[in-house]
């Protein structure tokens, strides 16, 4: 019963909040002061021709080193949980074969996914999308391989090893700035090239393309964890 | 506005998952669901009439024709904080489905009140 009244004054709160929201921000009005900042000053700032991305790297650079600090923890969680499960078990599942054509067609198809996502994240100071995009494609690209043949195994000190460089990469940036007469943490210091051409804005691309590493080693770790949990249960790890 | 509403039923549609339903998988899918609609909301408040991409890949395009590019660099992050949550939160229904041979959380003694 308590329940019942916990849960009523839970979802009267958000529709009472959803209601002021409706009425404070109408559709599809100009609304954005530090939106039209960006739009207006990103261009001669940052040297990106992607917006969204020099929001994400440049002026809140911080705040995605964040980002990418709390995929690491919840890689890291659901490493350790599935390390955890299995302490003590030895047993295997038998998982039915895939068929023909999801063997075949992974195959061809996997090298394909790979070269998006690196374009994806390569580019992602031009076109939409970047690192975050583009290593969630590569790690779906893991992703199939393991559902096609089962017995597969990554290397996982390989994978860590990527993590870790591509983390490095990113912080190394970042404290360099520091060394600049700016003095400012992730301080965009390499020249910003010409725009709209593939290098460009200092050092944007290169930290997409850490980041591009970083989550896909990162996803493609939690796969490896889960698939681990159906197949290897225990076992050697 | 269209928008406005689809994240709305999103949301709505995720809560009832969340509260109503007693299977752990079921109400993961609704967090999920109100994950997609937050970000969903958040999209089309940044939405302004007649607005582009905010990218200047071609010459003739000026900042009044964009739109803002500050809520799709929140939930570009977002998606991808999601989906490695999602994860753990899977890890962590594996461990009780392990301990507790059932994904019931009426039959799961600390998760119920």
Redesign the interface.
């Known amino acids: 019963m308590i329940?019942k009244i916990v849960?009523a004054i839970f979802?009267a709160i958000?529709v009472i909040a959803?209601v002021m929201f409706?009425a404070a921000?109408p559709?599809?009005?100009?609304?954005?002061a530090?939106?039209?900042y960006?739009?207006?000053h990103?261009?001669a700032q940052t040297g990106a021709?992607?917006?969204?991305t020099s929001?994400?790297l440049d002026y809140?650079g911080f705040?995605?080193l964040g980002?990418v600090s709390?995929?690491f923890a919840?890689?890291a969680?659901?490493a350790i949980?599935?390390f955890?499960?299995g302490i003590g078990k030895k047993e295997r599942e038998n998982l039915t074969k895939p068929n023909f054509v999801v063997r075949v067609g992974s195959r061809i198809i996997f090298p394909f996914i790979l070269l998006f996502g690196t374009y994806i994240f390569v580019h992602g100071h031009?076109?939409?999308g970047?690192g975050?995009?583009g290593?969630?494609i590569i790690a779906s690209g893991f992703l199939l391989l393991y559902l096609s043949y089962p017995g597969t195994r990554v290397n996982r000190g390989g994978l860590s090893i990527i993590e870790g460089l591509a983390g490095l990469t990113f912080v190394v940036l970042g404290l360099w700035g520091l060394f600049t007469p700016t003095d400012s943490f992730l301080y965009n210091f390499l020249p910003k090239g010409l725009?709209?051409t593939l290098v460009s804005a200092g050092i944007l691309p290169i930290i997409y393309i850490a980041i591009g590493f970083k989550?896909a080693s990162?996803?493609a770790g939690?796969v490896d964890?889960?698939m681990c949990?159906v197949i290897c249960r225990g076992g050697e790890k | 506005?269209i928008?406005?509403v689809g994240s709305?039923l999103l949301?709505a549609i995720g809560?009832y998952a969340v509260?109503v339903k007693k299977n752990l998988i079921k109400i993961l899918i609704g967090l999920n669901l109100i994950a997609s609609g937050v970000n969903l909301l958040i999209i089309?408040?940044?939405?302004?009439?007649g607005g582009t991409?905010?990218?200047?890949?071609r010459a003739g395009l000026n900042?009044k024709m964009?739109v803002?590019?500050?809520p799709?660099?929140l939930t570009?992050?977002a998606?991808?904080?999601d989906?490695?949550?999602l994860?753990?939160a899977?890890?962590?229904v594996?461990?009780l489905y392990?301990h507790y041979k059932t994904l019931d959380i009426k039959k799961i003694r600390s998760l119920k009140?």
């Open positions: 329940r849960y979802a958000i959803l409706f921000y559709f599809g009005a100009n609304k954005m530090v939106g039209t960006y739009l207006n990103g261009v021709a992607n917006i969204v929001v994400v809140r705040d995605t980002e709390v995929l919840a890689a969680g659901v949980l599935f955890m499960l031009l076109t939409p970047g975050f995009q290593g969630s725009f709209n989550v990162e996803f939690i964890d889960m949990e | 506005m928008y406005y709305f949301i809560l509260i089309s408040v940044g939405y302004i009439k991409a905010p990218i200047f890949s900042a964009m803002d590019p500050i799709q660099a570009l992050t998606i991808v904080i989906a490695s949550e994860a753990l899977v890890a962590f594996v461990l392990r009140w």
